[in-house]
C-alpha cells in the first residue's frame, strides 16, 4: 500500500488557487526552478504555477504514465518524483473536477 506526503494531503486537500509549482508533491525547489527556466511559462511573473502544471496533466488526458515521461523530460525529475506529482495530480482532479 502507498503512503502520501504531507504536502500531498494538503495539495489534494483544497482547490488549486495559485499555488505554486512548489506546491505540488514530488516538485522542490530545483524542479520547479527547472520547469521555469526551460520556457514552459513565461506569462508568469511572480512564480510558475501549479496549474500550469495540471494544464499539461488534462491536456494528456490525466495519463498518468504520459504525464509522468513529459514531466522528467521537461524537468528532469526521477521516476518516483514525476509519479508522485502525477498521483498528486490525479487525486486532485478526482476531488475537484
Known amino acids: 500500500m502507498s503512503t502520501t506526503s504531507q504536502k500531498h ?3 489534494v486537500g483544497e482547490p488549486m488557487g495559485d499555488k505554486p509549482v512548489t506546491a505540488l508533491s514530488g516538485i522542490g525547489d ?3 526552478r527547472k520547469l521555469e527556466e526551460q520556457g514552459f511559462d513565461k506569462s508568469v511573473s511572480v512564480c510558475f504555477q501549479a496549474s ?3 494544464g499539461q ?3 494528456l488526458k490525466k495519463d498518468t504514465d504520459m504525464f509522468s515521461d513529459w514531466l522528467k523530460d521537461a524537468s528532469g525529475a526521477n521516476s518516483r518524483q514525476a509519479d508522485s506529482c502525477a498521483q498528486c495530480l490525479r487525486e486532485w482532479c478526482d476531488a475537484f473536477l
Do not use: A, P
Request: net charge neutral; hydrophobic share 65%; charged share 15%.
Open 9 to 11: 494531503r494538503d495539495f
Open 30 to 32: 530545483t524542479l520547479g
Open 57 to 59: 496533466f488534462l491536456l
Open 52 to 54: 500550469v502544471v495540471l
